[in-house]
Nanobody, 120 residues
Framework: VQLQASGGGLVQAGGSLRLSCAAS????????MGWVRQNAGKEREFVAA??????YYSDSVKGRFTISRDNAENTVYLQMNSLKPEDTAVYYC????????????????WGQGTLVTVSS
């Protein structure tokens, strides 16, 4: 089972990026999928999750980020708009039967990170 994250990069404040996470080796259509992030020297922070048609966001990204999924492609996306320097972090995708486990960093499956850097 592999979760492959991509789409990170360098962007100016106010810009946008879209992250993708492609899953392989297992069908995750019945799983929650989501994103967490970690900035240097800080603990991992929940960003967003999607489960059974419902979406969940941290307060810090609500209204700016949008999570979506394509079950046919076994892929989850994170559209990030109005990016701020404090959004700079390594973003990890995750999958678990329960979205709350993703939010608590207890996810069953993790992808490698993709670095997002937002310059001021």
């Amino acid at each position: 089972v592999q979760l492959q994250a991509s789409g990170g990069g360098l962007v100016q404040a106010g810009g946008s990026l879209r992250l993708s996470c492609a899953a392989s080796g297992k069908t995750f259509s019945n799983y929650a999928m989501g994103w967490v992030r970690q900035n240097a020297g800080k603990e991992r922070e929940f960003v967003a999750a999607v489960s059974a048609g419902s979406t969940y966001y941290s307060d810090s990204v609500k209204g700016r980020f949008t999570i979506s999924r394509d079950n046919a492609e076994n892929t989850v996306y994170l559209q990030m708009n109005s990016l701020k320097p404090e959004d700079t972090a390594v973003y990890y995708c995750a999958a678990d039967p329960l979205w709350v486990r993703i939010s608590r960093m207890l996810s069953a499956y993790w992808g490698q990170g993709t670095l997002v850097t937002v310059s001021s």
